[in-house]
């Protein structure tokens, strides 16, 4: 059986998650990138000490395991070093996800388990879908968007560039999530989402910036 290696930039919980994932789809995970070492993962060292050795490396894969609240903008710190170097990254799709065939995925996505990506969706690169999330037929989910455990999307959604959808929310058919949005958990968005603004409550109102 072909195994193919990934190294995770990240040490926290969601890193341990996608190792699990990976695990279960036949991915060799080196070790992770970060900071400090954390229990149960492999660690390799710090930032500077992959850019010394990176040569040794650029044959695997990579995958951005850092999960986030809204509002933080780590995953997007270390694409922001990493993407210039020109490394190879990895989809990890947890075994139970359905993906659609018809589905366009494009790079460092992670889909979680029974999560469900349908027909015609397009995610763009770094896109999380956590544990049990929903992007119904023809969404389209831009770099980075980031689905909550149980979030769900109804058919031709677009979310903007960082949009943060939170936990259980949920977003009618069609509608426009702005880029940097955020929508809070349990949210049931029934409108247009601005740009950079953050939604809470059933129907979802903006309640401030969703920049910090
Ligand atoms: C959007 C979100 C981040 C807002 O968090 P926050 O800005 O830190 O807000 P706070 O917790 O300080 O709460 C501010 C107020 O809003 C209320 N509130 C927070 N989230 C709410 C929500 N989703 N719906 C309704 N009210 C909410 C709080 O009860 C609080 O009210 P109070 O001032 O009357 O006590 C949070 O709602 C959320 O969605 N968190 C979940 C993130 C997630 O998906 N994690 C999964 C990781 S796997």
Redesign the pocket.
């Known amino acids: 059986m072909n195994v193919r290696t990934v190294c995770l930039f990240g040490a926290g919980g969601?890193a341990r998650v996608v190792t699990d994932a990976a695990r279960l789809s036949n991915w060799r995970v080196e070790g992770c990138w970060a900071p400090d070492a954390a229990e149960g993962l492999l660690h390799l060292g710090s930032d500077a000490d992959l850019e010394r050795t990176l040569d040794r490396w650029m044959e695997g894969h990579f995958h951005v395991a850092v999960?986030g609240?809204?509002?933080e903008t780590l995953r997007r710190t270390i694409l922001e070093r990493w993407e210039p170097k020109a490394l190879t990254w990895a989809n990890i799709i947890h075994p139970t996800a359905w993906v659609s065939p018809r589905a366009h995925l494009g790079w460092g996505i992670y889909i979680g388990a029974n999560a469900v990506v349908n027909a015609g969706a397009r995610l763009g690169n770094h896109v999380l879908i956590?544990t049990g999330a929903i992007v119904e037929h023809d969404c389209k989910l831009d770099e980075g968007v980031n689905l909550?455990?149980r979030?769900v999307v109804g058919g031709g959604v677009h979310a903007g560039p960082w949009s943060?959808l939170?936990?259980g929310?949920c977003v009618r058919n069609h509608l426009s999530i702005g880029a940097n949005a955020?929508?809070?958990?349990?949210?049931v968005v029934a409108r247009d989402v601005e740009e950079n603004t953050?939604v809470?409550?059933v129907p979802a109102k903006p309640?401030g910036s969703a920049v910090r």
């Open positions: 969601h999960g609240l809204p509002g956590n909550g455990p979030a943060y939170a936990l929310c955020v929508v809070g958990m349990g949210a953050m809470m409550g309640v």
